[in-house]
């Protein structure tokens, strides 16, 4: 038995032993050059991530610096590559997206753009009064004076109606036969087309109240009770102290505009003409705006007489400056204007005997040009704005007097015209309209005192003559610089028309005075402190 068991074990060897040696030497190639499967699975675990970590991260970590790294810690000779693997390998990773995209750390969105408020500390705020405070009174136009048609001269927003015949002296637009009591209309129109309105109180500069005062007081300027004249303004004020907008800074951020001279709502005791408008204590908080202003009171500021130019285009105005430029002047100088009484109203301190000197010495000059007043109707009349404008343009120097009162509207008609205003009193011009004209008033006038005139040792002529050629073109040119911020463009035309007139002037020294008042800075004495001697002297 035992023999038998090794025969066959015998036999069996012969059949196993020579597949051992096969066996052994596959799974020695199987140990030790099996391919690095493993270390390719490992290695290429960040790969395959990597299009994730790009769109979070915020620096640039390319994919290729992973791939040096596995080729690096592969065999100097790698086996060919597997089946299913080769794509992984030869394949570069996907482009990475765009770093827009990025969403766990995104960066702040870019700055938006931010436009300027042009306006900014320029709004003004329009008080929308009831009718009877202005609309109505030009609605009952034919109640506001007994000798003019003023229904007539309110057209077209208060500028009057266009003149046409004018003997080829003015140009055929932007001319109007204006009166110039109108101007709270004029500028009340002006101010509904202003650029830089505001219905928010709380944001305007300054507030605006369109209270027609001139107009309203022309009406019982004469045979009429004192309450009667004061009623609508004392109405006015009481429906301002109820308004939101008063109770702000009580008034004084408001500012309203009288369209005649401020004497006119400056009634004292006992006196039985005009309103008591400007001494209400209301309005003493007020900035008011007249054709004719107070020096002794601080709220008080003049600004320019309307003229008969409203210009809608600024090539208007240019194409009128380059015509005074070249207007031919035979006159020396010239006035236009009639006689005053002596020693009643306002000409008790001798103005009449002024102006009748003036006109005298006028009439026996050959270098003076004259157009007498007060015979309406004739050739020579004075209220044909053709014939004003023709005798000022040619002339050198127009005479300026004080009229029914200091100043006179045939001032700014000189101006306009290129004449350098001669005045004899400062309160004509000088301590009037300071936001409108230089403080220097040698620029562009001359001023010749009363006194020689009253005591005849005075001759204006004389007086002209010693000026010289230059300085008077210079003063002139002064003059037609000035046009465009002492005439009132038209309240019909759009804004932003690149012309600043004299409504844009007034109302940006409204805004400085009212924030100097509400930042508690003084103000200025406009000038008055320089002829403190000459008023004390009268």
């Keep these: 038995m035992v023999n038998l068991h090794g025969s066959t074990v015998l036999r069996a060897g012969r059949y196993f032993v020579p597949l051992l040696f096969p066996a052994c030497f596959t799974l020695w190639m199987l140990i030790f050059f099996q391919p690095p499967t493993a270390i390719l699975r490992v290695s290429f675990q960040p790969t395959l991530s990597l299009p994730e970590q790009r769109v979070v991260d915020a620096t640039p970590t390319p994919a290729l610096p992973e791939r040096r790294e596995i080729i690096d810690t592969s065999p100097s000779q790698p086996p ?16 990475p997206p765009a770093r827009r995209a990025k969403t766990e750390t995104p ?18 705020y329009i008080h929308d009064l009831p009718r009877r405070f202005n609309v109505d009174l030009i609605r009952d136009c034919r109640s506001l004076c007994d000798w003019t048609d003023m229904c007539k001269h309110l057209a077209n927003d ?54 027609y005062a001139g107009l309203d007081v022309g009406r019982y300027l004469w045979g009429f009770s004192n309450d009667l004249r004061d009623a609508l303004a004392e109405d006015l004020v009481e429906w301002l102290r109820s308004s939101p907008a008063w109770a702000a800074h009580g008034g004084r951020d408001h500012f309203l505009v009288g369209g005649r001279i401020t004497w006119d709502f400056r009634r004292e005791d006992g006196r039985e003409w005009g309103s008591r408008l400007f001494l209400l204590p209301e309005v003493t908080n007020m900035t008011t705006l007249a054709i004719e202003s ?24 240019a194409s009128w400056q380059r015509a005074v430029r070249r207007a031919r002047r035979p006159w020396l100088f010239a006035f236009a204007g009639g006689t005053r009484g002596h020693g ?22 050959r270098r003076c040009g004259l157009l007498r007043c007060g015979a309406r109707g004739q050739r020579n009349d004075c209220y044909a704005p053709g014939n004003v404008m023709r005798l000022f343009k040619s002339a050198a120097f127009c005479l300026q007097p004080q009229g029914d009162s200091y100043t006179r509207k045939s001032t700014f008609d000189a101006m306009l015209a290129g004449c350098v205003p001669v005045f004899f009193h400062p309160e004509s011009a000088y301590v009037q309209y300071r936001w409108h004209l230089p403080a220097d008033h040698r620029k562009y006038s001359v001023f010749v005192p009363e006194d ?6 005075v001759r204006v002529e004389d007086v002209l003559r010693r000026i010289s050629a230059r300085e008077v073109a210079a003063m002139r040119e002064q003059l037609v610089r000035m046009i465009p911020s002492i005439v009132y463009r038209d309240p019909r035309a759009t804004s932003g028309l690149g012309l600043r007139d004299a ?21 200025s004495d406009d000038g008055m402190g320089l002829w403190y001697g000459y008023f004390h002297r009268q």
């Design 503 to 523: 409504v844009d002037v007034a109302v940006d020294g409204v805004i400085d005075r009212v924030r100097r008042i509400k930042q508690g800075m003084p103000l």
């Design 452 to 457: 020689g005139l009253r005591n005849g040792t």
């Design 158 to 211: 208060g500028i009057g109606p266009r003149i046409t015949r004018t003997g080829g002296v003015l140009p055929s637009t932007g001319w109007y036969d204006t009166n110039q009591f109108t101007l709270e209309v004029i500028f009340h129109n002006r101010m509904r087309r202003y650029d830089c309105l505001t219905t928010d109180a709380s944001r305007a500069a300054a507030v605006y109240v369109p209270y």
């Design 294 to 317: 107070s020096p002794w009171h601080r709220n008080d500021v003049g600004v320019p007489y309307p003229t008969y130019f409203h210009p809608s285009r600024a090539a208007e105005v």
């Design 107 to 124: 960066s702040s969105p870019p700055p938006v753009a931010v436009t300027p408020d042009r306006c900014a500390g320029r709004y003004i």
């Design 344 to 365: 009643t109203d306002r000409n008790v301190d001798g103005n009449g005997v002024v102006r009748d000197a003036i006109i005298e010495q006028c009439a026996q000059s």
């Design 80 to 95: 060919p590559p597997l089946e299913g693997r080769e794509t992984v390998i030869a394949s570069p990773p996907p482009p």
